[in-house]
């Protein structure tokens, strides 16, 4: 039996930035990792966003000796495949004019493979005096007297302390505990994807400060595109409710569109690896702690409830979760009511803001790219009518723009009950009872000022914070 | 175009068995077979069962665990060093 005051199982995101904060408070800390290192076992490579430079003062060190895989830039291209396997139309974007966070205007993403972020990471808490245990699968969770005080790993070494499950999305500390099984069929997604091998020069001169593209589809969930030094990946998710047939077939119809084949051509990317993994993705997080439990990011279902962005959140906490054990330490109560505190904490960051209007956003984005069949089929024809309806010489313009209008018109049947179904209920959330000013437009204009705050409570927009 | 799945993947072999059917709970959904896309499970009459080569072929997602609602499938990751490695993860 090993004694500790903090045991954090898993050593991503979540769990080396809890073994940081715990062991800088002076806790003495182990983190585990069943991987030979951090990493090796995680598949997202993918975007960190600017927010992570805010609130991680250290991300400023992340350069590429430290990580060669990093590619930032900040540019995004939407493309629309229609349900011939077409690419109808694509479209390019760059920050907006209402970005207010300076650095998020040169670069939206910094995409990273895990295998050199999490390593990285994981050396700010073994620097804080954290003891990290790799190639090590902790198996159980000890009790005594009935109550959880540790972890037993897969050699039947025993370790006492306060748990945080950093456990990913499939928790063992989870299940141990009592608190999740596994995740409601709808609260959790998988995600095949394949990573392609390309010449840094070739990114950079056919991509340009493009860092990654959605592939919005009639025919397969949304496909993410992203960009790193040497390589990309390409996948796609979807619930585990949604899938009829074998997930990676879906994929495998985004790598044989001619379009893709094209790029992948002029690329000359050679497919290098191939990853699955599951992805809570949900409204709202529940059970994320127990009497001397406490479980962070994948594991508490943490994930952006619109885009699923999961590093950020599993790091935020991470950072809330040592500091409630701390307080649980120092107070000598790890009940599950003093622990209570971990939800507090974390509801108070940026990403408790995110869940304030969790299960609108998680909705409508189910009900949208995730539904390429149902929604997708007329949503990438009616937008492509309007982006590039107008460009026809066939007719004379007139003629057109009452061509173009006649189409839109033939969509509403199925856009208006969207409306009404998925984007009224987030507005509603957003605006509360300034909702009635949306369904009269003379009203709206008169109240300009009060509609601007009722976006601004909604979202609880303090001083000087845009 | 069709990529090779399992020339794309690197693994260290040596793990101890982590995936067991418990047959008897068992009720032939057939979520497994749909969800995993290394195409590990199958089924033979009404009996659904594990590719002999799994530990080999296996890439340690855990949906064949998360969607099975009889809870006839345990599930936990291979030992600690061994398994699937993922270097552009
Ligand atoms: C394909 C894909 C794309 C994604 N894209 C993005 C993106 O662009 N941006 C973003 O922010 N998020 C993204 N996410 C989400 C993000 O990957 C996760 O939310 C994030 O990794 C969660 O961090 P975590 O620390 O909670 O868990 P994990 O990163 O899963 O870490 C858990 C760690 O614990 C280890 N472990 C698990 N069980 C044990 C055990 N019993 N004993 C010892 N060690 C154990 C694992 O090996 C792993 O290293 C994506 C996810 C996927 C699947």
């Given at each position: 039996m090993k004694d500790y005051d903090i045991i954090v199982v898993g050593a991503g995101p979540g769990g080396s930035i809890a073994a940081m904060e715990a062991a800088s408070r002076g806790l003495k800390t182990v983190f585990f990792e069943r991987g030979r290192k951090p990493g090796e076992k995680n598949s997202s490579g993918c975007g960190l966003g600017p927010r992570m430079w805010q609130d991680f003062r250290f991300m400023t060190e992340l350069t590429p000796d430290s990580c060669p895989s990093m590619r930032a830039g900040a540019a995004s291209r939407s493309y629309f495949v229609n349900k011939q396997g077409v690419v109808a139309g694509y479209v390019m974007a760059r920050p907006?004019?209402?970005?207010?966070?300076?650095p998020a205007k040169s670069f939206i993403t910094m995409n990273v493979y895990r295998s050199d972020f999490d390593p990285w990471l994981a050396t700010y808490a073994t620097n804080a005096g954290a003891e990290l245990k790799t190639s090590t699968l902790v198996t159980g969770l000890m009790r005594e007297d009935g109550r959880v005080t540790g972890v037993i790993d897969e050699h039947g070494e025993k370790y006492r302390g306060l748990v945080i499950?950093?456990?990913?999305?499939?928790s063992m500390v989870a299940r141990e505990c009592g608190?999740?099984?596994?995740?409601?069929?709808?609260h959790v997604t998988l995600i095949p994807q394949y990573d392609y091998a390309v010449d840094p020069r070739k990114i950079d001169d056919i991509m340009g400060d493009e860092t990654l593209a959605v592939w919005w589809s009639a025919l397969f969930p949304a496909a993410y595109h992203v960009f790193f030094h040497d390589g990309f990946h390409i996948g796609l998710g979807n619930w585990?409710?949604?899938?009829?047939?074998?997930?990676l077939s879906y994929l495998n119809q985004v790598v044989n569109l001619e379009y893709f084949k094209r790029l992948v051509r002029i690329l000359d990317a050679r497919p290098r690896e191939y990853h699955v993994h599951l992805l809570p993705w949900q409204g709202t997080p529940t059970d994320t702690h127990a009497d001397n439990v406490i479980l962070v990011g994948d594991a508490a279902g943490?994930?952006?409830?619109?885009?699923?962005?999961g590093i950020y959140p599993a790091m935020m906490t991470g950072r809330a979760a040592a500091e409630t054990a701390a307080e649980a330490i120092s107070a000598g109560d790890r009940s599950k009511e003093f622990l209570d505190l971990y939800d507090r904490k974390w509801q108070q960051t940026s990403v408790g803001e995110e869940f304030k209007t969790g299960p609108e956003l998680a909705h409508i984005w189910r009900a949208l790219p995730f539904s390429p069949k149902e929604t997708m089929t007329w949503f990438v024809p009616m937008i492509m009518e309007i982006l590039g309806g107008i460009l026809d010489w066939s007719q004379p313009h007139a003629v057109r723009v009452r061509q173009v209008m006649r189409q839109v018109k033939s969509y509403l049947p199925q856009a208006v009950p969207f409306l009404v179904k998925e984007v009224m209920p987030l507005l509603q959330a957003i605006l509360g009872d300034k909702m009635?000013?949306?369904?009269?437009p003379e009203k709206l204009m008169a109240s300009m000022p009060e509609l601007q705050e009722a976006v601004a409570s909604a979202f609880e927009e303090k001083e000087g914070s845009s | 175009m069709k990529p090779d799945i399992d020339a794309l993947v690197t693994r260290i072999p040596g793990s101890v068995d982590f995936i067991q059917l418990d047959s008897a709970k068992c009720n032939q959904c057939g979520r497994c077979l749909v969800v995993c896309t290394m195409n590990l499970w199958r089924k033979r009459g009404n009996k659904v069962f594990l590719a002999n080569d799994y530990k080999s072929r296996c890439l340690e997602c855990g949906a064949c665990y998360q969607v099975c609602e009889a809870d006839a499938i345990d599930f936990h990751y291979p030992s600690g060093g061994k398994g699937v490695v993922y270097e552009r993860g």
């Open positions: 907006t004019e209402s970005v207010s966070y300076e499950g950093a456990d990913g999305v499939v608190l999740r099984k596994r995740w409601g069929q709808d585990m409710t949604w899938w009829d047939k074998n997930p943490v994930p952006c409830p619109l885009e699923a962005e009635e000013l949306l369904t009269s | -």
